[in-house]
């Protein structure tokens, strides 16, 4: 990493509702969450609905992240959420220069038709687009979408969509034959061709997942896990796309629960921790590492057998694999003070990390604190101190 200014850091967007906190699980922001006193976008004013969407509430996120300052936020795709392209066109217009990265679903979408709505999307909001590719993990949520493809053609199906978005890109005509796409003089319109291509993360932990990756993307996205397992990742990746001559770059997206002590931080949790219902545990415990993803199979490989404290999931110096009891997936995430927050991000960018996406409960609070408390001393610990990329850390 040559200077800070490189290092992108987004912020999640939550898109179709959030808790408050750490420590109370009920939604109280959203259309899932129902509608009473104290909750909001929708919420009660006077004892009536006050009219706001939960539209209101993800774009103040947005632009709270920005002003925080975040390069950008995530906008995840799941089957009962906003759908991120449209939210996407929306906070566009709410923001300046925020990024909206969108999770895309090779697959669910035509590439030429994605290629066409992704340029007008560059067209609009002076080339603020990026991708996060999410092939699918399996399971109930793939079967949602009535797609039945098998793990490793999926990331096949992956690597043609992404050939034929970049061939039609600048215009066309395009002709394509593959298992999965066959085009035919495609291309776009005159006024959308050759714009700026977006910025592209792609997650998955398989080989087959690696192996498409490391053809297209600009960023290898993983989870958070223990500093060695995810060396040894970033390691894999690096030497698969030393032979397509690529230079890769890697990335990580975690949870963080930062206070400014490292007591209070782990407070949070302790207190979520006990208001931790029975049914909400076993659930968590049950959907650890279903389907076939292997990024959640690894993530499910810090869950003890015998889980009696949350101190048990404590894994290596300020990472904590109890993220999914207090809030969402993915189940491993940071938890420490706002220097040691932002020494572990460091020890990551040490470690091959050249981008983040962060994000906390709730968003919209959490946003200000990570972006005013974190980010500048870690923006500031990397202006002192430049440590070539892929030296590891020491785990005590």
Not at 52 to 73: K, Q
Not at 90 to 97: D, F, Q, V
Not at 127 to 142: A, E, S
Request: proline share 6%.
């Amino acid at each position: 990493m040559s200077n800070n200014e490189e290092i992108e850091i987004y912020w999640r967007i939550p898109m179709s509702s959030d808790q408050s906190s750490w420590r109370n699980k009920p939604k109280t922001r959203g259309a899932e969450a129902p509608l009473r006193i104290g909750n909001i976008a929708p919420g009660l004013r006077n004892g009536e609905p006050d009219g706001l969407s939960y539209v209101e509430f993800l774009l103040e996120v947005a632009r709270s992240a920005e002003r925080a300052g975040f390069t950008g936020g995530l906008l995840p795709s799941f089957p009962m959420t906003e759908d991120p392209f449209v939210a996407a066109a929306a906070i566009a217009r709410a923001t300046k220069t925020f990024r909206f990265m969108v999770a895309v679903q090779p697959g669910f979408l035509n590439p030429v038709h994605a290629a066409r709505i992704s340029a007008s999307l560059q067209r609009l909001s002076e080339g603020r687009l990026v991708y996060n590719v999410i092939t699918g993990g399996g399971g109930p949520q793939q079967t949602w979408w009535g797609d039945t493809v098998a793990h490793d053609d999926r990331y096949a199906r992956t690597t043609e969509w992404l050939d034929v978005l970049k061939g039609v890109w600048d215009g066309g005509p395009f002709d394509y034959d593959g298992r999965f796409y066959q085009v035919r003089g495609g291309g776009l319109p005159t006024d959308l061709a050759g714009l700026p291509k977006p910025s592209l993360y792609y997650s998955g932990s398989s080989d087959a997942a690696i192996a498409s990756a490391v053809q297209h993307a600009d960023y290898y996205l993983s989870w958070l896990e223990h500093p060695d397992h995810l060396a040894e990742k970033f390691a894999r990746v690096r030497e698969r796309a030393a032979t397509y001559g690529r230079d890769a770059k890697c990335a990580v997206r975690a949870h963080v629960i930062a206070r400014p002590t490292e007591e209070e931080a782990w407070e949070e949790v302790r207190i979520g921790w006990e208001n931790l219902d029975a049914q909400r545990a076993d659930r968590v415990r049950n959907e650890s590492g279903r389907g076939d993803s292997v990024g959640a199979q690894r993530q499910a490989q810090y869950q003890p057998e015998s889980l009696q404290r949350w101190e048990d999931l404590i894994v290596a110096p300020n990472i904590w694999a109890g993220i999914g009891y207090l809030g969402d997936f993915p189940t491993v995430g940071l938890v420490g003070s706002y220097e040691q927050i932002a020494e572990r991000l460091d020890d990551l960018v040490r470690l091959g990390a050249d981008a983040f996406i962060l994000s906390g409960l709730s968003h919209l609070e959490e946003a200000y604190r990570v972006g005013t408390e974190v980010l500048p001393r870690f923006r500031g610990r990397r202006a002192l101190e430049q440590t070539p990329k892929g030296e590891g850390l020491v785990v005590a």
